[in-house]
């Protein structure tokens, strides 16, 4: 059973709206009819390309399956996360704060690029939860929300990169469980002035260090719990670094620094070369970081699918690109050699261009 965030039942979508509880409203219908049928062949996904939809949805589906004596198993992702680092970021936020809550029994890493390349970056994050010890008090547990986004505080303070003042507070992870600690830490605080998380990774590899902080600390920003991500990695650069940094606090949607793609994996049904078109669309458009681009292989699940973005390029049928603003057709049929062109012409005419 798959709930997709973008494409809910019109009824339940006038009801609840494209939401969590929209989501896990649709998801626990289809469990209790399979429930009063006796078949229990079933394993349930909620789809969504927003990590604090996702991960919402999965919570609340958890509260709702516990509530009604449900017990059936959980499958994690985060669809049409893209490709590269950006697209292991964001993958890693999601389940990675769901792996940290004890929920979810499979998990699938969705990239836009060769299906092998999913699979060492799920390994990767299933070992480092397997490695997880230790629990920590949380001495408030009424601060914590974990089915909503509620900043822990609200005072600003002016700051930079490289220059930290007293009216910071950093919390550094020691053991081998960060999440748990940092939270516990964070939420047992009687202060109330921002809160940067600190975690170290001795890796000489970018795309470990970049996962497993990823997995780390991204919940800490999904929950309104942190304020600053300080990864200290001595192998790599301070620009590599960075970039992973601002990956994350994009992933976790707290500060967005470049354009958000929203690209699926690509199946049979593709009908282009989703992972080259995806390069050159970026190449043309990454300097727009306020815009959430959708670039998706077919319209069987490709509208619903991208139902975050503001733009949407997607397959129509051989050599032919549909375009959408939002949710809505704007020009059908285009010829994929034009296509490119047409949607950056589509994103000026709306005003939502920037030039590099």
Excluded at 223 to 229: E, K, N, P, R, T
Excluded at 315 to 324: N, P, Q, S
């Amino acid at each position: 059973i798959g709930v997709n965030h973008g494409s809910l039942a019109k009824r339940v979508f006038d009801e609840w709206g494209d939401t969590p509880e929209g989501m896990v409203h649709s998801a626990m219908e289809f469990l209790r009819v399979c429930r009063r049928e006796d078949f229990d062949q079933v394993v349930v996904s909620m789809k969504s390309s927003n990590t604090r939809v996702m991960v919402h949805a999965y919570r609340l589906l958890v509260e709702a399956m516990e509530r009604e004596g449900m017990t059936y198993p959980i499958h994690l992702g985060v669809t049409e996360a893209g490709n590269g680092l950006e697209g292991r970021i964001k993958s890693a936020v999601g389940i990675g704060a769901l792996l940290s809550d004890g929920i979810g029994d499979t998990i699938r890493v969705s990239l836009t690029e060769a299906p092998e390349n999913e699979v060492p970056v799920a390994k990767l994050l299933v070992e480092h939860y397997a490695s997880r010890e230790g629990a920590f008090e949380v001495l408030h547990p009424e601060r914590y929300h974990p089915t909503e986004f509620v900043r822990r505080t609200d005072v600003m303070t002016p700051i930079t990169h490289d220059e930290l003042t007293d009216e910071f507070c950093v919390v550094e992870a020691v053991s081998s469980n960060p999440t748990a600690e940092l939270r516990a830490a964070i939420l047992n605080m009687e202060q109330t002035q921002p809160v940067v998380v600190k975690c170290r990774y001795d890796e000489e590899d970018v795309e470990v260090v970049a996962v497993k902080a990823a997995a780390d600390l991204g919940v800490l920003f999904l929950d309104g719990l942190a304020d600053g991500i300080w990864v200290d990695a001595p192998a790599l650069s301070a620009d590599e670094i960075r970039d992973i940094e601002l990956m994350i606090l994009q992933a976790a949607r707290v500060r967005f620094s470049h354009t958000e793609y929203i690209a699926c994996p690509s199946c049979g049904r593709t009908l282009y070369d989703i992972e080259k078109t995806l390069a050159d669309i970026k190449s043309r458009t990454s300097h727009l970081k306020n815009l959430k681009i959708g670039i998706m292989g077919c319209i069987v699940n490709g509208p619903g699918e991208m139902a975050d973005a503001d733009y949407g390029y997607v397959g129509a049928a051989a050599g032919r690109i549909t375009l959408y603003k939002g949710r809505e057709i704007v020009e059908r049929n285009i010829p994929q050699e034009e296509a490119i062109d047409r949607l950056i012409e589509l994103i000026k005419a709306n005003d939502d261009w920037q030039d590099a």
